[in-house]
């Protein structure tokens, strides 16, 4: 009699446990709905700039750059915070498949050019000249090259953003601690 009331009560409890688990699916489900449809996704917004005139020559990349499959571009501002996090983001290592375009129009301080310069020679130092060449208004933003030409730009607002970006698999060289830190506090 014990082992009848025995399997009863696991086979309750394995039902209660299929129903549990079944609702918990459908209640991530509907989260990924609501988030789609409030347009809370975390990905980088596709930059409507005109990438036929931009290529590495034009952004004052070295030629070796026009060998290169695929060339991250990350145009930062010196006045922009956000742009710092990603900056400090890096964790103290840079792919070598990845460059930054730092506009220090205006700028006070160089925080985030120092930041940079301590981890790669990939920095570009722009008094806004190239930026505007290229008709970036808005920083953060990263610019990707396929073989020195521009191919695509988007706008990103967080460092997971623009990992997501520059993680692509033809940029295999990524660094072995390139994370997300805290934002800086002003």
């Not at 499959?69 to 006045?79: C, D, G, H, Q, W």
Request: some cysteine.
């Amino acid at each position: 009699m014990s082992g009848v009331v025995l399997v009863a009560v696991l086979g309750i409890v394995g039902l209660a446990t299929a129903l549990s688990l079944a609702a918990l699916v459908e209640v991530f489900r509907q989260l990924a709905a609501l988030r789609e449809r409030l347009s809370l996704d975390d990905r980088p917004q596709l930059l409507d700039v005109d990438t036929a005139p931009l290529s590495a020559t034009t952004l004052g990349l070295p030629d070796t750059v026009l060998l290169r499959e695929r060339t991250a571009v990350i145009v930062l501002s010196n006045k922009c915070s956000t742009c710092r996090v990603i900056a400090d983001a890096f964790d103290g290592s840079s792919p070598a498949s990845v460059w930054f375009l730092v506009s220090e129009q205006g700028a006070e301080d160089s925080v985030i050019v120092d930041t940079l310069r301590a981890l790669t020679t990939n920095v570009i130092v722009d008094d806004g000249a190239i930026a505007e060449q290229a008709g970036l208004d808005i920083t953060p933003a990263v610019l990707v090259l396929v073989y020195g030409k521009a191919t695509e730009g988007y706008v990103v607002a967080t460092p997971r953003q623009m990992l997501h970006i520059i993680a692509a698999p033809a940029l295999a060289d990524r660094p072995r601690r390139l994370r997300p830190r805290e934002p800086i506090a002003h």
